[in-house]
C-alpha cells in the first residue's frame, strides 16, 4: 500500500474527527435518544419511535433499543448499565416491579410539574406501579390484568367467587367433562402474582411498608385456596409447570373448563381453533370473599428517563409522545397491550380486539399491586420457593416459612 505524505495524514486527521464528532451527537445533528424496553413483536414500540422523532420537529431522534427476552434479563442488564452511570440510556422501559429499587438508587429523575401534570389521564392502579414515596417516577405505558376465561357450554353461569369456582370444576369432574382450572403454578413470577392477588383480595398485603412482613389471616387463606386447588380434581397434572402460554395451550386443548390469565389468549383462540373460540366467555376474576371483588395483581411497563441522560428535557418529551393516546391505541390494538389511560377505554376502536374492555378498565381502577420495596427481586423468589410446587404447600406452617423467607430477603439489600 503507498505510504501518505503528510498532507495526506493531516486530511486522514480531519476526517477522523468529524467521524469522531457525529458518533458522540455533535453539532452535525440532533441528538439521538436511547430508549430501552423488552422486545415487542407487532412493531408497535419501533412504529412510536418513529411517529415521536418525527414529531419532536428535528429536535432529537429516538433509537429502539431491545432489552433480553426473559424477565430477569432485562433487569440485570439494566441495573448493571445504571449502576455504572452508563450515560447511553435515556428512556428506560422498566417493569411495573422496577420503580422502588430503581429510585431507590438513585437512577431515576421525578416527574414534577408540568411533566407530572401530563400523567393525569392515567388509570389509578398503572400509575401506583410508577410511584414510590410520593413521588413519580415514570409514565405508565402499558398495563395487563388477568381476567376468568371459561367455557359456555359447559358453565353457563360463570362462578364469582374461588370457592365456587372450585365446586363447578369437582362437578364437572364428576361428570366426566373438561375441568382443570388453568393457572400459574410454576416457580416463577406468575406463582408471585397468583399469590398477590389472593392476598390483596381477601383484603390484606404481604409487605407493609418497604422492608416490613405483613403475613395475617388473608395470606393464611390465600395459601389455602392454592392448596385446595393443587390437591383438587380441579388442578391440572402440570400445574407446577404451568405458565401463561402452557394455561393457554390447555385450554385450546380442551381439558379444561376455566382459564385465569391475560387477553392475549382471547386472540389466540380465535386464531387456533375458531370453533372453541365461539364458547370461550370472560368475567372478573373471581373474589376470594363473596361480595368484595377481587383486586387483580396487574402488569405492564412505565417508562422512566435515566438520571444519567445527557438529555433529560429531550427525554422527558419523547416519553410524553410515546405513552399518548395515538401511540397507546396502536400498542393495545397491533401489539395486544391494555392501555393505561382511561380515555382509550371509551374508544369505538377498541370495540372489537377488547370486548371485555370495560372489565379490565374497571380491575385497573382497583388494582392489586405487587409488594413495592427496593428488594422485591429478593422477595418474589423467596414467595416462589415457599409456595412450590402448590401441592406440597402445609396451610399451617407456610405463613412460619413465608415470614422467615421474606425477612432474610428483605434484609440482602442485594440489587442483582
Request: with cysteine; proline share 8%; charged share 15%.
Given at each position: 500500500m503507498?505510504?501518505?505524505?503528510?498532507?495526506?495524514?493531516?486530511?486522514?486527521?480531519?476526517?477522523?474527527?468529524?467521524?469522531?464528532?457525529?458518533?458522540?451527537?455533535?453539532?452535525?445533528?440532533?441528538?439521538?435518544?436511547?430508549?430501552?424496553?423488552?422486545?415487542?413483536?407487532?412493531?408497535s414500540?419501533?412504529?412510536?419511535?418513529?411517529?415521536?422523532?418525527?414529531?419532536?420537529?428535528?429536535?432529537y431522534?429516538?433509537?429502539?433499543?431491545?432489552?433480553?427476552?426473559?424477565a430477569?434479563?432485562?433487569?440485570q442488564?439494566?441495573?448493571r448499565r445504571?449502576?455504572?452511570?452508563?450515560?447511553?440510556?435515556?428512556?428506560?422501559?422498566?417493569?411495573?416491579?422496577?420503580?422502588?429499587?430503581?429510585?431507590?438508587?438513585?437512577?431515576?429523575?421525578?416527574?414534577?410539574?408540568?411533566n407530572?401534570?401530563?400523567?393525569?389521564?392515567?388509570?389509578?392502579?398503572?400509575?401506583?406501579?410508577?410511584?414510590?414515596?410520593?413521588?413519580?417516577?415514570?409514565?405508565?405505558?402499558?398495563?395487563?390484568?388477568?381476567?376468568?376465561?371459561?367455557?359456555?357450554?359447559?358453565?353457563?353461569?360463570?362462578?364469582?367467587?374461588?370457592?365456587e369456582?372450585?365446586?363447578?370444576?369437582?362437578?364437572?369432574?364428576?361428570?366426566?367433562?373438561?375441568?382443570?382450572?388453568?393457572?400459574?403454578?410454576?416457580?416463577?413470577?406468575?406463582?408471585?402474582?397468583?399469590?398477590?392477588?389472593?392476598?390483596?383480595?381477601?383484603?390484606?398485603?404481604?409487605?407493609?411498608?418497604?422492608?416490613?412482613?405483613?403475613?395475617?389471616?388473608?395470606?393464611?387463606?390465600?395459601?389455602?385456596?392454592?392448596?385446595a386447588?393443587?390437591?383438587?380434581?380441579?388442578?391440572?397434572?402440570?400445574?407446577?409447570?404451568?405458565?401463561?402460554?402452557?394455561?393457554?395451550?390447555?385450554?385450546?386443548?380442551?381439558?379444561?373448563?376455566?382459564?385465569?390469565?391475560?387477553?392475549?389468549?382471547?386472540?389466540?383462540?380465535?386464531?387456533?381453533?375458531?370453533?372453541?373460540?365461539?364458547?370461550?366467555?370472560?368475567?372478573?376474576?373471581?373474589?376470594?370473599?363473596?361480595?368484595?371483588?377481587?383486586?387483580?395483581?396487574?402488569?405492564?411497563?412505565?417508562?422512566?428517563?435515566?438520571?444519567?441522560?445527557?438529555?433529560?428535557?429531550?427525554?422527558?418529551?419523547?416519553?410524553?409522545?410515546?405513552t399518548?393516546?395515538a401511540?397507546?391505541?396502536?400498542?393495545?390494538?397491533?401489539?395486544?397491550?391494555?392501555?393505561?389511560?382511561?380515555?382509550?377505554?371509551?374508544?369505538?376502536?377498541?370495540?372489537?380486539?377488547?370486548?371485555?374492555?370495560?372489565?379490565?378498565?374497571?380491575?385497573?381502577?382497583?388494582?392489586?399491586?405487587?409488594?413495592?420495596?427496593?428488594?422485591?427481586?429478593?422477595?418474589t423468589?423467596?414467595?416462589?420457593?415457599a409456595?412450590?410446587?402448590?401441592?406440597?404447600?402445609?396451610?399451617?406452617?407456610?405463613?412460619?416459612?413465608?415470614?422467615?423467607?421474606?425477612?432474610?430477603?428483605?434484609?440482602?439489600?442485594?440489587?442483582?
Amino acid at each position: 500500500m503507498r505510504a501518505l505524505g503528510k498532507g495526506g495524514l493531516t486530511g486522514l486527521a480531519a476526517v477522523l474527527a468529524a467521524l469522531a464528532i457525529a458518533a458522540c451527537g455533535g453539532s452535525s445533528g440532533p441528538p439521538t435518544l436511547s430508549w430501552y424496553i423488552f422486545p415487542e413483536p407487532s412493531g408497535s414500540f419501533a412504529h412510536a419511535a418513529q411517529v415521536c422523532s418525527k414529531a419532536s420537529g428535528g429536535k432529537y431522534n429516538i433509537a429502539l433499543n431491545t432489552l433480553p427476552t426473559d424477565a430477569d434479563g432485562q433487569r440485570q442488564e439494566l441495573v448493571r448499565r445504571l449502576a455504572a452511570k452508563d450515560s447511553s440510556i435515556d428512556i428506560i422501559g422498566m417493569d411495573v416491579t422496577y420503580t422502588p429499587e430503581f429510585a431507590d438508587a438513585g437512577w431515576l429523575r421525578p416527574w414534577i410539574g408540568a411533566n407530572r401534570d401530563a400523567l393525569k389521564g392515567d388509570l389509578p392502579g398503572p400509575l401506583a406501579t410508577a410511584s414510590w414515596k410520593g413521588k413519580i417516577y415514570g409514565a405508565p405505558d402499558n398495563s395487563n390484568t388477568q381476567l376468568l376465561w371459561y367455557r359456555k357450554d359447559l358453565v353457563p353461569n360463570p362462578p364469582k367467587t374461588w370457592a365456587e369456582m372450585l365446586a363447578d370444576a369437582k362437578k364437572l369432574a364428576q361428570e366426566g367433562k373438561p375441568h382443570y382450572i388453568e393457572i400459574q403454578g410454576k416457580q416463577y413470577e406468575g406463582l408471585t402474582v397468583w399469590f398477590n392477588t389472593l392476598v390483596d383480595s381477601a383484603g390484606g398485603t404481604i409487605l407493609k411498608g418497604p422492608r416490613t412482613v405483613s403475613l395475617g389471616a388473608s395470606a393464611q387463606k390465600a395459601a389455602a385456596i392454592i392448596h385446595a386447588l393443587a390437591t383438587s380434581p380441579a388442578a391440572d397434572p402440570a400445574l407446577s409447570n404451568s405458565d401463561e402460554n402452557a394455561g393457554r395451550l390447555a385450554f385450546e386443548g380442551g381439558t379444561a373448563a376455566f382459564e385465569l390469565n391475560y387477553p392475549f389468549v382471547y386472540p389466540s383462540i380465535q386464531a387456533d381453533d375458531p370453533k372453541l373460540a365461539k364458547e370461550m366467555g370472560y368475567t372478573n376474576y373471581p373474589s376470594v370473599n363473596a361480595g368484595q371483588p377481587a383486586k387483580v395483581t396487574i402488569g405492564g411497563s412505565n417508562l422512566g428517563v435515566s438520571r444519567f441522560s445527557k438529555y433529560p428535557q429531550y427525554a422527558f418529551e419523547a416519553i410524553k409522545c410515546l405513552t399518548n393516546a395515538a401511540n397507546q391505541k396502536v400498542d393495545a390494538i397491533k401489539g395486544g397491550l391494555p392501555p393505561t389511560l382511561a380515555s382509550l377505554y371509551n374508544d369505538p376502536a377498541l370495540a372489537k380486539p377488547y370486548p371485555f374492555k370495560a372489565l379490565i378498565k374497571q380491575q385497573l381502577a382497583d388494582a392489586g399491586i405487587r409488594p413495592q420495596t427496593p428488594a422485591y427481586a429478593d422477595v418474589t423468589i423467596a414467595i416462589q420457593k415457599a409456595l412450590s410446587p402448590p401441592g406440597s404447600i402445609d396451610p399451617k406452617s407456610v405463613l412460619s416459612t413465608l415470614n422467615s423467607q421474606l425477612k432474610a430477603a428483605l434484609s440482602s439489600g442485594a440489587l442483582i
